[in-house]
């Protein structure tokens, strides 16, 4: 089956920097990538995803891009904010109405 | 609207008592999708219905856990005799019909289990 690898575990950057998170995937059929963000006891809520036709996408501050050969995908985020600390999950699916396969997320600070 | 629901919130069992889990999607949402979220990791896939149809199981850890949907829309996920391992945030999920909308899965808030 499917097998996502996040990393880093966690990031710590000063407010205003970007931050990068990487996940690998194992599934060449996987088709899309959605990347979710949690806050401690909330559920996880979508920021944004991408589907495998195209290579990056992007949605204000946030960006992903997409390497199909490689089978990863990074998710950007620019002039971070203190309320972007969270903990952010790449996962990736076969299509719509597939389970999505998690990462092990990223704990990010943003240092006021 | 209204998001997904799900109740309890929180539901603390002793171990080996049975446990039932409930979700209410999003009014129309066809598929359902249960995962299961351990402290400090990423949420695992359990199962998956579209309409009433349980299409894939393949995620649930022991045959202790059962869920159903027998009208297509409610859902109850059902642990027996429950063991310290299952203690977890439970998170149910749904999304629309069609291969025209977008592809996200909405989330409920969860259920943490917590099993002494």
């Known amino acids: 089956g499917e097998n996502v690898e996040q990393h880093p575990s966690t990031l710590s950057v000063q407010e205003g920097d970007s931050a990068v998170i990487k996940c690998t995937y194992s599934d060449s059929a996987s088709n899309y990538f959605p990347w979710y963000k949690q806050e401690l006891g909330k559920r996880p809520q979508l920021i944004i995803d991408i589907r495998s036709n195209v290579g990056e996408k992007k949605d204000q501050r946030i960006a992903v891009t997409l390497n199909k050969t490689a089978k990863h995908f990074s998710l950007h985020i620019t002039e971070t904010q203190p309320e972007d600390s969270a903990v952010y999950f790449c996962?990736?699916?076969?299509?719509?109405?597939?389970?999505?396969?998690f990462g092990k997320g990223t704990l990010l600070t943003v240092n006021p | 609207g209204a998001g997904v629901s799900q109740s309890p919130r929180y539901k603390v069992a002793k171990r080996g008592q049975d446990v039932a889990l409930r979700c209410d999607p999003i009014?129309?949402?066809?598929?359902l999708f249960w995962y299961q979220q351990a402290l400090g990791q990423g949420p695992e896939f359990l199962t998956y219905f579209q309409n009433e149809a349980q299409l894939d199981k393949s995620g649930l850890p022991s045959d202790r856990f059962f869920a159903e949907r027998p009208e297509g829309s409610v859902s109850t996920l059902k642990i027996q005799r429950t063991q310290q391992e299952d203690s977890a945030v439970y998170l149910c999920?749904?999304?629309?019909?069609?291969?025209?909308?977008?592809?996200?899965?909405?989330f409920g808030p969860g259920t943490r289990l917590t099993v002494t």
């Open positions: 996962a990736a699916s076969l299509g719509s109405n597939y389970k999505l396969t």
């Open positions: 009014s129309g949402h066809v598929s």
């Open positions: 999920a749904s999304r629309p019909r069609g291969t025209r909308v977008p592809y996200e899965q909405y």
